[in-house]
């Protein structure tokens, strides 16, 4: 089993900045890829940026290109989404995801192990 948590949500103005954190535990030796998804009221979970586990590859939603970051620490087991210049769209609740299957991948189906979300909110 993975375990992930994740922190660093809030509540921050537009055009304003706040990096993610999800921290994994447990059996991380099986981690291929992992992945930020978020999720707004009333909509579906969207793919947002994915970094592989020796965080030297990502991939990025068209929405989060350019402004935000995916990286990892991997001698804390714990990657980030750095989150520039962010609009009120940007709003929702953001969850790490985990796969032992692949990396990169923007498929909610590829993920087996989810956190259990942090909420952002941006004022406009």
């Known amino acids: 089993q993975v375990q992930l948590v994740e922190s660093g949500g809030g509540l921050v103005q537009a055009g304003g900045s706040l990096r993610l954190s999800c921290a994994a535990s447990?059996?991380?030796?099986?981690?291929?890829?992992t992945a930020w998804f978020r999720q707004a009221p009333g909509k579906g979970r969207e793919f947002v940026a994915a970094i592989n586990w020796s965080g030297d590859s990502t991939n990025y939603a068209d929405s989060a290109k350019g402004r935000f970051t995916a990286s990892r620490d991997n001698a804390q087991n714990t990657v980030y989404l750095q989150m520039n210049s962010l609009k009120p769209e940007d709003t929702a609740v953001y969850y790490c995801?985990?796969?032992?299957?692949?990396?990169?991948?923007?498929?909610?189906?590829?993920?087996?192990?989810w956190g259990q979300g942090t909420q952002v909110t941006v004022s406009s």
């Open positions: 447990g059996r991380t030796f099986s981690i291929y890829g």
């Open positions: 995801a985990a796969s032992t299957r692949l990396s990169g991948s923007s498929a909610k189906s590829t993920y087996d192990y």
